[in-house]
């Protein structure tokens, strides 16, 4: 059975804030629309999200595995999630303006894509945040806790395929944006960091207003 519709909806526009935050994921892949094209910006795009299905797909074994060996553990693993979520937040609204350059460097399309996917492998805070990012919108009494934790890693990889993907198409002109509009850019990554530690409050909370109005 799916989530219900506002959670799903609370999902996708965390998810939208935080693929949309400039980054270093999101600068790759205009860098690299911008330095090679739209073919290069886009195959760029692809092996993030792929990287990203590693991630997802270890992220919901364990957090499965955990619930099942101990619904304490899970919650703990929840709300340690949370506060993590409001330390990416507040480093997300304190990050300096962004710049992209052309970086001159033009290798094969094939090569850009296994270089991206285990770039993103291989980075451990893609796996944290993960681990913090899923469990907030899954109950521990939900009777199937893996198909949830892959419906959102899927609808998350889904987003940032969008964003990822218009970044690499239209890199020349968010490239432009970029570089000339740093108060835009920085305007950009408060918003996006209020959002992330808004969302790292909020599920917390709303798990002690149910348990107040239980008690």
């Known amino acids: 059975m799916l989530p219900d519709l506002a959670t799903i909806l609370l999902f996708i526009s965390s998810a939208f804030m935080l693929t949309i935050a400039p980054g270093p994921d999101i600068i ?3 860098m690299r629309g911008l330095a090679q094209g739209w073919k290069a910006g886009l195959v760029a795009a692809l092996g993030l999200i792929t990287g990203i299905f590693v991630h997802i797909t270890l992220a919901a074994v364990g957090l499965s595995a955990v619930l099942a060996s101990s619904p304490l553990l899970f919650a ?6 949370a506060a993590y979520l409001i330390y990416i937040g507040w480093k997300i609204f304190h990050a300096p303006a962004v710049t992209v350059h052309k970086d001159g460097i033009a290798p ?6 296994r270089q991206t996917i285990l770039m993103n492998i291989l980075n451990p805070k893609v796996a944290l945040f993960f681990l913090a990012f899923l469990p ?8 199937n806790v893996t198909f949830e934790l892959v419906f959102f890693g899927v609808l998350f990889q889904l987003t940032a395929l969008v964003i990822m993907g218009s970044v690499g198409l239209f890199a020349g002109a968010i490239t432009a944006r970029l570089n000339q509009g ?16 808004a969302l790292g409050a909020y599920i917390p909370a709303q798990d002690l207003w149910a348990f ?3 008690a």
């Open 182 to 197: 740093a108060s835009n850019s920085t305007r950009l990554t408060k918003v996006a960091g209020s959002a992330v530690m």
């Open 212 to 214: 107040w109005e239980q």
């Open 28 to 30: 790759y892949v205009a």
């Open 136 to 143: 907030q919108f899954v109950s521990a009494d939900s009777q």
């Open 76 to 81: 703990l693993v929840k709300y340690a999630g």
């Open 108 to 113: 094969p399309l094939g090569q850009i894509y």
